[in-house]
């Protein structure tokens, strides 16, 4: 899976596929800090890779 925000376009990619995009028009976040999580149950994620665009 990939996901690349620019600006406030959001947009998903699994297996090279575009799976859809998502634009924040209300109150993007336009800079931060990148988290991953769960809201159920205890996960782990591996070969996690945050790179600049």
Same mark, same amino acid.
């Given at each position: 899976?990939?996901?690349?925000?620019?600006? #406030?376009?959001?947009?998903?990619?699994?297996?090279?596929? #575009?799976?859809?995009?998502?634009?924040?028009? #209300? %109150?993007? $976040?336009? %800079?931060?800090?990148?988290?991953?999580?769960?809201?159920?149950?205890?996960?782990? $994620?591996?070969?996690?890779?945050?790179?600049?665009?």
């Amino acid at each position: 899976m990939k996901l690349s925000c620019v600006g #406030n376009k959001l947009t998903v990619e699994v297996d090279l596929a #575009n799976k859809g995009s998502y634009w924040d028009l #209300n %109150d993007p $976040f336009l %800079d931060g800090t990148v988290g991953a999580r769960s809201e159920v149950g205890n996960h782990r $994620f591996d070969n996690l890779k945050v790179t600049a665009l």
